[in-house]
C-alpha cells in the first residue's frame, strides 16, 4: 500500500516450505526470490530513502552470513545495501535487538511493552474455585466428586492422592498460579499513553513483594509435596508487603510521581 511518497508493506515469509528456520541456520542458504525481491524494489524501482521495520521482529537480520562485521557477501549487508535502517523494537527484548543492530545495522526505537495485570480466574476455573470454597466451607461427599469432575474436565490436580486434603491442597494451589500469574493488559499503542489506571495496577504489582515462610525442600512423594503447598496457601492468608523506602528517587516513586500519585500513600495502603 501506497500512501504519497510512503510505501506500507509487509516482510515476505523469509524460509522452505516445511523447513521456514533453516535460513536461521544454514550459512550457504539464501533468502527465498521473495524475500529478496522486496528489498530489491524498495531500493531499486521504489527508490526508498530509508526503510522502517516495525515490531518485534522480522527476518532480515536473520539472514546468513557473518555473525558480526558483516561484510559484502553477507545477506543482509546485500539485501539492505546502503538504506539506513530504523527498527521499531520492544525495548523488553535486548538481546534480539542488539542482532538487529549488529547485523542489520538498525537505529533502535524501542517502545514499552503494554502494562501488565494478574490473569486471574473465569468461566470454568472460578466456578471451580468457587465450589472448591464451598467444600471447605462445608464438606459433603457429592460435592467433593463435583470438585474432581470439574478439575479433571480442566485438567488440573491429576494423579492419585490418597488423601483428600493432599489433593484439595494441590488443586489449590494450581488455581493459586493460574489466577496470579501476569498477563499483559492489551497491546502497547504507539503514542497513545496506558491509562493511569493500568500505570497504578503495574505499579501495585511491582511494589507488592511478599514475604513468603520457606517450605521444605526435601524430596518427597506427591501428598508431601502438596501438604507443602497447602502450608504455602495457608502462609499466603497472613502475607503482608514489605514495606519500600519512601525516598523519591527509587524507581517506583519516580513512577508514582510521574502519574501524579503519592508514592508513600500508596504503599501505606497495602
Not at 500500500?1 to 510512503?6: I, K, P, S, Y
Not at 488443586?171 to 499503542?189: D, N, S, T, V
Not at 525516598?247 to 503519592?262: H, S
Amino acid at each position: 500500500m501506497q500512501l504519497g511518497n510512503v510505501f506500507v508493506g509487509v516482510q515476505p515469509s523469509f524460509g522452505y516450505e516445511r523447513d521456514p528456520m533453516r535460513l536461521l541456520m544454514a550459512k550457504d542458504a539464501a533468502p527465498n526470490h521473495a524475500f529478496a525481491a522486496f528489498y530489491t524494489w524498495l531500493q531499486h524501482v521504489f527508490q526508498a530513502d530509508a526503510v522502517v521495520h516495525l515490531g518485534t521482529h522480522g527476518a532480515l537480520e536473520f539472514m546468513p552470513g557473518k555473525q558480526a562485521g558483516l561484510s559484502a557477501d553477507c545477506w543482509p549487508t546485500r539485501l539492505l545495501g546502503a538504506l539506513p535502517n530504523f527498527y521499531v523494537y520492544s525495548v523488553n527484548n535486548p538481546s534480539e535487538a542488539s542482532i538487529a543492530k549488529r547485523r542489520g545495522a538498525a537505529t533502535l526505537i524501542s517502545y514499552m511493552v503494554p502494562p501488565l495485570q494478574q490473569a486471574g480466574l473465569y468461566k470454568g476455573l472460578r466456578a471451580l474455585k468457587d465450589s472448591l470454597d464451598a467444600y471447605r466451607a462445608a464438606p459433603h461427599p457429592e460435592l467433593l466428586n463435583d470438585v474432581r469432575a470439574q478439575a479433571g474436565r480442566l485438567a488440573l490436580a491429576q494423579g492419585d492422592y490418597c488423601a483428600v486434603d493432599a489433593y484439595l491442597a494441590a488443586l489449590g494451589h494450581e488455581l493459586l498460579q493460574i489466577e496470579e500469574r501476569l498477563i499483559p493488559a492489551g497491546l502497547h499503542k504507539l503514542g497513545e499513553t496506558p491509562k493511569a489506571a493500568e500505570l497504578l495496577d503495574l505499579l501495585c504489582l511491582a511494589v507488592q513483594f511478599h514475604e513468603i515462610a520457606a517450605g521444605t525442600r526435601e524430596p518427597g512423594n506427591r501428598e508431601h509435596r502438596a501438604q507443602s503447598a497447602e502450608h504455602a496457601l495457608e502462609s499466603a492468608k497472613t502475607l503482608r508487603p514489605l514495606r519500600f523506602s519512601s525516598d523519591r528517587t527509587t524507581l517506583p516513586a519516580l513512577v508514582a510521581a510521574a502519574q501524579g500519585e503519592d508514592y508513600a500513600a500508596l504503599t501505606a495502603a497495602l
